[in-house]
DNA sequence: AATAATAACAGGAATTATTACTATTATATT
DNA sequence: AATATAATAGTAATAATTCCTGTTATTATT
């Protein structure tokens, strides 16, 4: 079973508080100024386990792998080629296209994700 | 200006005659069959040149960071969580969600990428 | 409250994927 | 043929992540 550590509780609350979309490195620098001699090893052991019990998302399209957060509703993302930010694309959500490519292939489909690539308003100036 | 070399004549032969979306290093000992004194580095190197002019893809969704095609032509794809299996999804594309993204972000939108995660027909029995 | 079992930890080593470096070779241009 | 330099092989370096090991902290049980 799950015990309840205090490194577990600081990282999680790192992340539900940004709203970035930060690495595991990012989270490590966080939390160590809260708990100065956290290990990076914690920090990514705790960021798979809040994964699997739905705490934690880790982004996984369009070369962002690696970032988390601490939001587990579905939704996209965008990346600014330029500057690099990720930001959530909230105003679309694809609900039935999960059933028309298991239809499609046969799979039987857990999660889909969606990716765009671009440059941000900011940059474009 | 590029010069050609038989390097990477072959390293992109050998991607677009495989099915498959496979690894640098699969590319690698692929290639070595025919020149066995191909370096990794000039894999990698070719790999990055051929995206840049459009002839190679680097796979961007679900966990497939550093999965190859010599096929430019968008299409979507779905990950066996079991097996590992990558294969295309012909059957959709989302011409207008770029632009619908776009209108919603401010972004200008280069590119997007769909991925989709399950079990295959194969490893459901 | 004390005891026992073990989940979780810190710190460091190991692994893996990718990039950078450098002297040499091959290609295109004159 | 001579020249300039893109591209290469081989190796070293970097970065992200996982693994290992002895120690600590949490929870359940007495
Ligand atoms: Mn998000
Ligand atoms: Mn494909
Ligand atoms: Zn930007
Ligand atoms: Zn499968």
Redesign the pocket.
């Known amino acids: ?8 509780k600081v ?1 999680l609350d790192v992340l539900k508080r940004t709203k970035t979309h930060p ?3 990012w989270v490590y620098r966080e939390v160590k100024k809260e ?1 100065p ?13 809040l994964q699997s019990i739905g705490e934690v998302t880790e982004i996984s399209c369009e070369g962002n ?2 970032r988390f957060e601490g939001n587990s509703h579905l939704h996209y993302h965008i990346t600014c080629q330029k500057c690099g930010q990720i930001k959530d694309v909230d105003d679309i959500i694809l609900h039935d296209i999960e059933g028309k490519v298991a239809r499609a292939t046969g799979f039987k489909i857990t999660n889909h994700c969606v990716g765009f690539a671009g440059i941000c308003p900011a940059c474009l100036e």
Do not use: P
Not at 1 to 8: G, K, T
Not at 37 to 49: A, H, P, Q
């Open positions: 079973m799950h015990r309840h550590s205090r490194q577990r990282i690495s595991a490195d708990i001699n956290i290990s990076l090893g914690t920090v990514y052991r705790n960021l798979k386990l792998e690696g």
